[in-house]
Nanobody
Framework: EVQLVESGGGLVQAGGSLRLSCVAS????????AGWFRRFPGQELERVAA????????YLADSVRGRFTISADSDKRTLYLQMDRLKPEDTAVYHC???????????????????WGRGTQVTVAS
């Protein structure tokens, strides 16, 4: 069983940067498909970025490509989301998630994960 805890959210001015962290406990993220999702108030989850911890393949939503980067540490215990050139429309609660079987299609296309963090609030002021 993997527990995920996000941190790094906060208030930032438009154009600024934040780095979100997602720490895994109970087990590592090795071999899993992991990613970041965000939820706008009153709306469904939106995928942001994903990383396969086995082959290193990355996926980015069109809305964040060129501004956000997903990565993991060498121990595969922490997932990061580097967010640059932030916009007010990036304001949301950001959740990390992981699919234990490493099924990236399930995670990226269907937001289907076995483990979810509680989220961290990101607010971008204009």
């Amino acid at each position: 069983e993997v527990q995920l805890v996000e941190s790094g959210g906060g208030l930032v001015q438009a154009g600024g940067s934040l780095r979100l962290s997602c720490v895994a406990s109970g087990s590592t993220l090795s071999g899993l498909a992991a990613g970041w999702f965000r939820r706008f108030p009153g709306q469904e989850l939106e995928r942001v970025a994903a990383l396969h911890l086995r082959d290193g393949a990355t996926y980015l939503a069109d809305s964040v490509r060129g501004r956000f980067t997903i990565s993991a540490d060498s121990d595969k215990r922490t997932l990061y989301l580097q967010m640059d050139r932030l916009k007010p429309e990036d304001t949301a609660v950001y959740h990390c998630a992981a699919n234990r079987r490493g099924y990236m299609n399930d995670l990226w296309k269907n937001s289907r994960a076995d483990y979810w963090g509680r989220g961290t609030q990101v607010t971008v002021a204009s």
